[in-house]
């Protein structure tokens, strides 16, 4: 034999080259958790969505799925206590205190990581809204365990890792991340990714609450007052049933008011690709993909867009896709359900006549039969 032939094989690369060694002490860890949002008494809708994943997660790994809501006493948290269980939660872990009225990084950090600690799931999910990835990030440095951010997909692997799958290299590629040595295993899903889960009425079920272990004077920051958003409320691509967005294959900025023209007519809310926001064409607000808005829309109508992977992603859970190209080997047409190899600039115009027409007064009852 010679001495090459003695040498040890090289390991595998990627995951295939590592051993799943979980120390002895992450072994007690169990159940399924999703940290319920909760800001000024509302609940953001990120949760319920989280919620009907960790269902499917949980049911795979044969565990319970719990809710971990964070909040002041009052009837806006125990509102969300009750909703957890609506949404499919079989428990609930509660921590309530004065000082966490409004969102603050150290309280809620502290309370998500001492029940964590102190109940030990083997999973935990946060929306990735501003709140999500702000706690996500502390509470997951704080424990030491890994944080798979923006995911698009979860499942649960052969041997009961969670499988997080996100996009990555600027959105050109997909690739599935685990954390194999440490528990909890973390991670954020933007808003709009996963479908709502069916509300049903049921009962408040167990409700464990736990004491947060801090006071106001152990907190640096403090809040002085509150300003909201004025733009916040003017833009709500997430949850329009209708989206008409544009790209670059429109040509010009001016180009975008058949966008506007088309979304005003069906009622709808307009968006854009990212290539467009960096043009200063659109505002960032109205950029769909995965570094803008994730969309589920009923109707989602691309006009001049590509369908490079980062829009794909935010857009695929539309129920129906209709892509407009001069390209017929655009991406985009691999996942749309209607493609119109055609001048957008064109097209719309007529488009919005014909939707004009359609929707006119006196064709209203046809529509409705």
């Known amino acids: 034999m010679t001495e090459e032939a003695k040498k040890p094989a090289a390991p595998a690369a990627g995951r295939a080259g590592m051993k799943k060694e979980l120390p002895e002490h992450f072994k007690s860890y ?16 990120v949760s319920y969505e989280l919620l009907g994943c960790g269902r ?38 509660l921590v309530e205190d004065p000082i966490l009225k ?11 990581t001492d029940l964590v600690n102190t109940y030990q799931p083997e999973i935990l999910l946060l929306g990735a809204t501003t709140l999500g990835r702000d706690l996500a990030g502390s509470v997951a440095t704080t424990l030491r365990t890994g944080l798979t951010a923006d995911c698009t997909e979860l499942d649960v692997d052969d041997d009961k890792s969670l499988a997080a799958t996100r996009p990555t290299f600027g959105g050109s590629l997909l690739c599935t991340i685990y ?46 007052s509150f300003i909201p958003d004025g733009q916040s409320s003017k833009v709500n691509l997430a949850y329009a049933d209708i989206v008409v967005a544009g790209g670059l294959g429109l040509g010009a900025a001016e180009n975008f008011q058949l966008i506007r023209n088309l979304a005003s007519t069906l009622g709808a809310e307009y968006g854009c690709s990212r290539p467009v926001v960096q043009k200063g064409w659109m505002p960032s607000e109205r950029q769909i993909g995965q570094t803008g808005k994730t969309i589920r829309p009923k109707l989602y109508i691309a006009a001049g867009i590509s369908g490079a992977i980062q829009h794909r992603v935010g857009v695929e859970g539309a129920d ?12 985009i047409f691999d996942f749309a359900h209607v493609g119109l190899v055609t001048d957008a600039v064109r097209f719309l115009p007529a488009l919005t006549e014909a939707f004009v027409r359609r929707l006119s007064p006196h064709n209203r009852d046809k529509l409705a039969s």
């Open 102 to 112: 409004d969102y603050r990084n150290e309280p809620y950090s502290k309370a998500l």
């Open 30 to 45: 169990k159940h399924v958790w999703v940290a319920i949002e909760l800001e000024r008494g509302q609940v953001h809708p």
């Open 179 to 224: 954390t194999l040595n440490y528990r909890p295993q973390m991670a954020t899903v933007r808003p709009r990714v996963m479908p709502m889960p069916e509300r049903q009425e049921r009962p408040v079920g167990r409700v464990i609450q736990h004491k947060l272990s801090m006071t106001e004077e152990d907190i640096v920051t403090k809040v002085l």
């Open 320 to 331: 129906l896709i209709v892509a407009i190209n001069t390209d017929p080997n655009a991406p």
């Open 56 to 93: 499917t997660l949980a049911d795979k790994l044969g565990v319970q799925l719990a809710g971990a809501v964070i909040g002041p006493p009052g009837e806006a948290t125990w509102h969300a206590v009750a909703e957890a269980f609506a949404y499919g939660a079989d428990m609930v872990y």
